[in-house]
């Protein structure tokens, strides 16, 4: 099966784009929206509907098969590419990418990615034409070979075919009371994230943080099904070192206190502190990791900030500086190299938590099932967008769906 054409097609991304940087400067929301002007560049408002751009190859047979280019909820910030401009996506992908697909046999996935994103001297792809096109190149194997998008990337990496589905981890955004009730009452595996984004959420010492910890583990209990014990996960962009202080011990020290109040669960701090680069978050964290390991044995570090790539995640690893890493797929790029990163997550003993952003589509959300299920990450985002439900259907179904697929294959 041969690639023809290739066609694009702008669509809509899950949540928006924001400025994380204006964000922390204390821009005032409104609704939904902040006021004030952004500083990161390319940003023309501080929260901005998410653009992605769907990129379509057109088969022999005459099928097309669709990817979606899309960046991450923050872009710009920690060291990720600018924010998404589809204009400008649309125009480098037709000059550097089409020509590199159309004859392409459909049925290699990964030696088409290998080979369409090598780069010289005009240096690497944006990666979110990376994160799209992997995906349409999945799912043209899938087709020509009559299998999964789960089966291509196991036949890749030289794994069996999965089996089990992976935890679920679902997000709030800031509708943090009545989403904890939806994820109870649905079971939800992790849960709920709670966009700890500003002084006003984190509060005097933190004290309205704590509060809601508190309050999420009690609202689990009383919503939950017998034995109900989720992971509690919260990403609190930095906060506690800005809000109580940057010096690894105290972090410790009030992470320990957090877990202390839910004793039942094991929870998760995503992002801490954010000490502006790679090596100084590094350092940082090993010592957070190292004060936390001998306080709390149900307190775990996530990294996220500053660990992108396959060479931030190894440092963060060499390091031990976290307990889980987060595997953001559209800061990586090809999916192909999220399910490798994946399994050097696995194989040095970290939990390995296939993320993303809520900005993301339906069609990437579907394509990191199957990255998520034959790697064998340790949870998987429900995405995209903020509103629970929405992601835990699209996540959760294909996931059932695809582990269906196999399952009858293997069975006849």
């Not at 509060?203 to 509690?232: N, S």
């Not at 930095?238 to 020290?253: C, N, R, T, Y």
């Not at 509103?387 to 294909?398: A, F, K, Q, S, T």
Request: net charge negative; proline share 5%; hydrophobic share 45%.
């Amino acid at each position: 099966m041969i690639i023809q054409d290739v066609i694009f097609a702008p669509v809509r991304g899950g949540f928006f784009y924001d400025d994380q940087a204006a964000i922390r400067q204390g821009r005032e929301q409104d609704g939904v929206a902040y006021l004030g002007e952004p500083v990161t560049q390319g940003f023309t408002k501080v929260r901005q509907p998410a653009t992605a751009l769907s990129v379509g190859l057109v088969l022999d047979d005459g099928a097309v098969v669709w990817g979606d280019m899309v960046s991450v909820q923050y872009s710009g910030a920690a060291g990720r590419d600018p924010v998404f401009i589809p204009e400008a996506i649309e125009a480098i992908a037709r000059e550097r990418v089409v020509p590199r697909l159309i004859g392409r046999d459909a049925g290699d996935a990964a030696r088409n990615c290998a080979d369409v994103f090598a780069f010289g001297d005009e240096g690497r792809l944006p990666l979110a034409i990376e994160y799209g096109v992997s995906q349409a190149l999945l799912r043209a194997a899938a087709r020509a070979r009559a299998c999964t998008m789960a089966e291509i990337v196991a036949d890749a990496l030289g794994l069996p075919a999965p089996t089990d589905p992976i935890p679920l981890f679902a997000q709030s955004g800031d509708d943090r009371y009545d989403a904890v009730d939806v994820m109870a009452l649905k079971g939800v595996d992790v849960l709920p994230h709670g966009l700890i984004n500003s002084a006003e959420k984190f509060g005097k010492d933190g004290e309205t943080f704590r509060d809601y910890v508190r309050w999420v583990a009690e609202r689990t209990r009383a919503l939950g099904e017998p034995g109900y014990h989720p992971i509690l996960h919260f990403d609190v962009y930095g906060w506690v070192g800005l809000g109580i202080s940057m010096e690894p011990d105290a972090i410790a020290d009030f992470i320990a206190s957090l877990a202390d109040e839910v004793p039942d669960h094991t929870l998760h701090i995503e992002c801490p502190a954010d000490y502006g680069s790679r090596d100084a978050t590094i350092e940082a964290y090993a010592q957070i990791v190292e004060r936390l390991d001998t306080q709390s044995p149900n307190a775990r570090i996530v990294a996220d900030e500053h660990c992108n790539t396959l060479a931030d995640i190894e440092a963060f690893i060499a390091a031990r500086a976290a307990h889980v890493i987060q595997v953001k797929t559209p800061d990586v790029g090809d999916l192909m190299d999220s399910a490798r990163v994946i399994r050097v997550v696995n194989a040095a003993g970290f939990g390995a938590f296939c993320g993303g952003t809520w900005a993301e589509t339906d069609l990437s959300a579907r394509a990191c099932v199957h990255v998520a299920l034959t790697a064998r990450a340790s949870m998987m985002l429900a995405k995209p967008g903020m509103g629970v439900n929405e992601g835990l259907v699209i996540v959760g179904n294909e996931q059932a769906r695809a582990l269906a697929q196999i399952k009858s294959r293997r069975t006849h």
